[in-house]
């Protein structure tokens, strides 16, 4: 697969220290989220800390964390595509609307590498 290569051609030992980064950042991102709505935003606090439970996870490589990503992954890319769809429908996207596609192309595409990442490399978990 291309992922793989391009993951390869990184050099690095092993990716996992990279998405459990990203998962953490994105938990943090998506509790600031939920802050700043005044808790009305349940959903996204909810993705939030399932995000920093993921990143724990993975940086012990528990095998829950196998089905947690997976879950989180399909969940990413419907929540991702909805945004994505709802910001694109504005009248006047401006650069707040300009950054927020951007901002949901890379969690779709992160949520849709870490699927296949983790599936493929699924018995290096314990």
């Known amino acids: ?17 990279i998405f459990s980064v ?13 802050i700043q709505s005044n808790f009305t935003l349940f959903h996204v606090g909810l993705l939030g800390v ?4 993921a990143f724990y996870g993975l940086n012990r490589k528990r095998r829950w964390a196998i ?7 399909l969940t990413g890319i419907v929540f991702g595509y909805t945004v994505f769809y709802a910001t694109f429908q504005l009248p006047n996207l ?5 950054a927020l596609l951007l901002t949901m192309a ?13 599936i493929i490399r699924r018995d290096r978990f314990r």
């Open 1 to 17: 697969m291309w992922v793989l290569d391009i993951l390869r051609s990184l050099k690095l030992k092993s990716v996992f220290p």
């Open 22 to 34: 990203l998962y953490l950042i994105i938990g943090l991102g998506l509790l600031i989220v939920l």
């Open 50 to 53: 399932l995000n920093l439970i």
């Open 67 to 73: 089905y947690l990503t997976v879950w989180l992954s």
């Open 94 to 98: 401006g650069l707040m609307g300009t």
């Open 106 to 118: 890379l969690y779709v595409a992160f949520s849709i590498i870490s699927f296949f990442y983790v």
